[in-house]
Protein backbone atom coordinates (compact mmCIF):
# COMPACT_ATOMS: atom_id res chain seq x y z
CA UNK A 1 0.00 0.00 0.00
CA UNK A 2 0.70 3.45 -0.42
CA UNK A 3 1.90 5.43 2.66
CA UNK A 4 0.41 9.00 3.31
CA UNK A 5 2.87 11.22 4.90
CA UNK A 6 1.25 13.71 8.12
CA UNK A 7 4.57 16.05 8.18
CA UNK A 8 4.44 18.61 10.40
CA UNK A 9 5.46 22.65 9.47
CA UNK A 10 9.27 21.86 9.24
CA UNK A 11 8.63 20.08 6.13
CA UNK A 12 7.70 23.69 4.66
CA UNK A 13 11.42 25.08 5.73
CA UNK A 14 13.16 22.12 5.21
CA UNK A 15 11.56 19.61 3.07
CA UNK A 16 11.85 16.95 5.54
CA UNK A 17 9.37 14.88 5.91
CA UNK A 18 7.99 12.31 8.28
CA UNK A 19 6.20 8.60 7.12
CA UNK A 20 2.90 8.39 8.51
CA UNK A 21 0.53 5.08 8.67
CA UNK A 22 -0.05 3.02 5.38
CA UNK A 23 -2.86 3.93 3.97
CA UNK A 24 -5.24 0.44 3.79
CA UNK A 25 -5.85 0.67 -0.19
CA UNK A 26 -4.02 1.26 -2.78
CA UNK A 27 -4.23 5.35 -3.23
CA UNK A 28 -2.04 6.15 -6.40
CA UNK A 29 -4.06 9.27 -6.83
CA UNK A 30 -3.71 12.41 -4.49
CA UNK A 31 -5.28 13.55 -1.27
CA UNK A 32 -7.30 16.48 -0.44
CA UNK A 33 -8.77 18.20 2.93
CA UNK A 34 -12.47 18.97 2.73
CA UNK A 35 -14.53 20.58 5.54
CA UNK A 36 -12.53 18.78 8.27
CA UNK A 37 -11.94 15.27 6.18
CA UNK A 38 -9.48 14.02 4.38
CA UNK A 39 -10.29 12.60 1.16
CA UNK A 40 -8.18 10.02 -1.68
CA UNK A 41 -8.31 8.81 -4.61
CA UNK A 42 -6.28 6.63 -7.22
CA UNK A 43 -6.00 5.78 -10.86
CA UNK A 44 -3.94 2.49 -10.18
CA UNK A 45 -5.96 -0.05 -12.36
CA UNK A 46 -9.37 -1.33 -12.37
CA UNK A 47 -9.16 -3.00 -9.01
CA UNK A 48 -7.50 -0.74 -7.29
CA UNK A 49 -8.97 2.90 -8.86
CA UNK A 50 -11.70 4.90 -6.51
CA UNK A 51 -12.68 7.64 -4.26
CA UNK A 52 -12.17 7.19 -0.12
CA UNK A 53 -12.15 9.64 2.87
CA UNK A 54 -9.09 8.63 5.02
CA UNK A 55 -8.15 8.73 8.65
CA UNK A 56 -5.55 10.63 9.07
CA UNK A 57 -4.59 8.65 12.15
CA UNK A 58 -4.85 5.07 11.65
CA UNK A 59 -4.45 4.90 7.42
CA UNK A 60 -8.06 3.38 7.16
CA UNK A 61 -9.43 4.10 4.06
CA UNK A 62 -13.59 4.21 3.20
CA UNK A 63 -14.77 3.76 0.04
CA UNK A 64 -17.28 6.29 -1.46
CA UNK A 65 -17.15 4.99 -5.27
CA UNK A 66 -15.08 2.00 -6.43
CA UNK A 67 -15.47 3.05 -10.17
CA UNK A 68 -14.14 6.53 -10.28
CA UNK A 69 -10.78 6.99 -11.27
CA UNK A 70 -8.72 9.60 -9.87
CA UNK A 71 -5.52 11.61 -10.51
CA UNK A 72 -5.48 14.74 -9.13
CA UNK A 73 -7.71 15.81 -6.68
CA UNK A 74 -8.25 19.51 -5.26
CA UNK A 75 -10.51 20.64 -2.34
CA UNK A 76 -12.74 23.90 -3.63
CA UNK A 77 -14.55 24.45 0.03
CA UNK A 78 -16.54 27.50 -0.86
CA UNK A 79 -18.58 24.89 -2.79
CA UNK A 80 -17.86 21.80 -0.86
CA UNK A 81 -16.68 20.27 -4.61
CA UNK A 82 -13.45 18.82 -5.88
CA UNK A 83 -11.80 19.94 -8.93
CA UNK A 84 -10.28 16.10 -10.26
CA UNK A 85 -8.39 14.61 -13.26
CA UNK A 86 -8.62 11.37 -13.65
CA UNK A 87 -8.61 9.03 -16.39
CA UNK A 88 -9.46 11.66 -18.72
CA UNK A 89 -5.98 13.56 -17.94
CA UNK A 90 -6.44 16.64 -20.51
CA UNK A 91 -9.81 17.21 -19.11
CA UNK A 92 -11.17 18.63 -15.66
CA UNK A 93 -13.74 17.04 -13.65
CA UNK A 94 -15.91 18.05 -10.87
CA UNK A 95 -17.04 16.07 -8.48
CA UNK A 96 -19.09 16.11 -5.29
CA UNK A 97 -17.67 15.13 -1.90
CA UNK A 98 -19.83 11.68 -2.10
CA UNK A 99 -17.64 10.96 -5.52
CA UNK A 100 -20.43 11.27 -8.02
CA UNK A 101 -19.35 13.60 -11.39
CA UNK A 102 -21.10 16.68 -11.04
CA UNK A 103 -20.26 18.02 -14.57
CA UNK A 104 -17.26 17.55 -17.23
CA UNK A 105 -15.43 20.21 -18.32
CA UNK A 106 -14.01 20.57 -21.49
CA UNK A 107 -10.62 22.44 -21.20
CA UNK A 108 -7.35 20.69 -20.13
CA UNK A 109 -3.95 21.86 -19.01
CA UNK A 110 -2.34 24.42 -21.34
CA UNK A 111 0.01 21.49 -22.95
CA UNK A 112 -3.36 18.51 -22.54
CA UNK A 113 -2.01 16.10 -20.14
CA UNK A 114 -2.98 17.81 -16.36
CA UNK A 115 -0.08 16.15 -13.79
CA UNK A 116 -1.65 17.64 -10.64
CA UNK A 117 -3.75 20.30 -8.86
CA UNK A 118 -3.41 22.93 -5.78
CA UNK A 119 -6.38 25.75 -5.15
CA UNK A 120 -5.17 28.99 -3.59
CA UNK A 121 -8.51 29.23 -1.96
CA UNK A 122 -7.45 33.49 -0.43
CA UNK A 123 -7.44 34.08 -3.87
CA UNK A 124 -9.48 31.37 -5.60
CA UNK A 125 -6.69 30.80 -8.10
CA UNK A 126 -6.52 26.41 -9.45
CA UNK A 127 -3.24 25.79 -10.36
CA UNK A 128 -2.28 22.62 -11.91
CA UNK A 129 0.97 21.37 -13.69
CA UNK A 130 1.78 19.68 -16.97
CA UNK A 131 4.15 16.93 -18.61
CA UNK A 132 6.27 19.29 -20.14
CA UNK A 133 7.11 20.97 -16.86
CA UNK A 134 4.75 23.68 -17.05
CA UNK A 135 2.77 25.21 -14.34
CA UNK A 136 -0.65 26.33 -15.45
CA UNK A 137 -4.01 28.38 -13.58
CA UNK A 138 -7.35 26.18 -14.63
CA UNK A 139 -10.55 28.31 -14.99
CA UNK A 140 -13.43 27.42 -12.81
CA UNK A 141 -15.65 27.49 -15.13
CA UNK A 142 -14.67 25.84 -18.50
CA UNK A 143 -11.49 23.63 -17.17
CA UNK A 144 -9.19 25.84 -19.95
CA UNK A 145 -5.74 26.05 -18.57
CA UNK A 146 -3.87 28.87 -19.08
CA UNK A 147 0.48 29.07 -19.02
CA UNK A 148 2.04 30.74 -15.99
CA UNK A 149 5.82 29.57 -16.72
CA UNK A 150 8.39 26.57 -16.88
CA UNK A 151 9.05 25.18 -13.74
CA UNK A 152 12.14 22.49 -13.83
CA UNK A 153 12.05 22.26 -17.76
CA UNK A 154 10.00 18.83 -18.95
CA UNK A 155 9.50 16.81 -16.57
CA UNK A 156 7.13 13.62 -17.64
CA UNK A 157 6.34 11.59 -14.92
CA UNK A 158 8.93 12.58 -12.59
CA UNK A 159 7.34 15.81 -11.76
CA UNK A 160 5.56 15.22 -8.01
CA UNK A 161 2.21 16.75 -6.40
CA UNK A 162 1.82 20.20 -5.71
CA UNK A 163 -0.19 21.87 -2.62
CA UNK A 164 -0.84 25.19 -1.27
CA UNK A 165 -0.68 26.59 1.68
CA UNK A 166 -3.42 28.77 2.52
CA UNK A 167 -1.80 30.06 6.07
CA UNK A 168 1.19 31.32 4.09
CA UNK A 169 -0.01 32.24 0.38
CA UNK A 170 3.01 29.20 -0.82
CA UNK A 171 2.81 27.17 -3.55
CA UNK A 172 4.76 23.81 -2.78
CA UNK A 173 5.49 20.83 -5.59
CA UNK A 174 7.66 18.09 -4.85
CA UNK A 175 9.83 16.46 -7.32
CA UNK A 176 11.19 13.51 -8.05
CA UNK A 177 15.28 13.96 -9.18
CA UNK A 178 17.84 12.04 -11.30
CA UNK A 179 19.00 9.79 -8.38
CA UNK A 180 15.19 8.92 -7.32
CA UNK A 181 14.86 11.51 -4.39
CA UNK A 182 12.03 13.85 -3.63
CA UNK A 183 12.74 17.69 -3.31
CA UNK A 184 10.67 20.04 -1.57
CA UNK A 185 10.77 22.99 -3.87
CA UNK A 186 8.40 26.25 -3.58
CA UNK A 187 6.89 27.67 -6.68
CA UNK A 188 7.08 31.53 -7.48
CA UNK A 189 2.90 31.56 -8.95
CA UNK A 190 3.39 34.70 -11.26
CA UNK A 191 6.89 33.08 -12.86
CA UNK A 192 6.38 29.45 -12.45
CA UNK A 193 10.05 29.31 -11.43
CA UNK A 194 10.89 26.97 -8.54
CA UNK A 195 12.81 27.18 -5.81
CA UNK A 196 15.02 24.08 -4.01
CA UNK A 197 13.74 23.83 -0.07
CA UNK A 198 15.54 20.30 0.66
CA UNK A 199 15.21 16.47 0.35
CA UNK A 200 11.94 14.85 2.17
CA UNK A 201 14.86 12.43 3.67
CA UNK A 202 12.72 9.62 3.21
CA UNK A 203 13.83 6.97 0.49
CA UNK A 204 12.02 3.96 -1.47
CA UNK A 205 9.05 6.25 -0.93
CA UNK A 206 7.41 7.94 -3.77
CA UNK A 207 4.95 11.02 -3.54
CA UNK A 208 1.51 10.99 -5.70
CA UNK A 209 -0.40 13.23 -3.44
CA UNK A 210 0.30 15.87 -1.75
CA UNK A 211 -2.91 18.01 0.70
CA UNK A 212 -3.45 21.54 0.25
CA UNK A 213 -2.66 23.16 3.91
CA UNK A 214 -6.47 24.23 5.38
CA UNK A 215 -6.29 27.93 7.08
CA UNK A 216 -5.20 26.77 10.61
Known amino acids: PAHLGLPSRPLTTTGAATQGPAVSTQ ?3 DISWLNGTLYGGSHSGASNKGFYTIDPTTGVATALNSSISIQSLAAIPSLSEFYDVGSTVSRVDIITPT ?3 AQHLAGGGNDDFVQDLAYDSLNGVLYSTGALGSLDTIDLSTGI ?7 LGPMGRRNGPIAYDWNTNTLYMLFLDDFNSDNLYSVNTDTGAATLIGPTGLTGVYFTGFADLPVS
Not at 145 to 151: D, E, K, N, S
Open 27 to 29: TTG
Open 145 to 151: GTYVGQL
Open 99 to 101: GSI
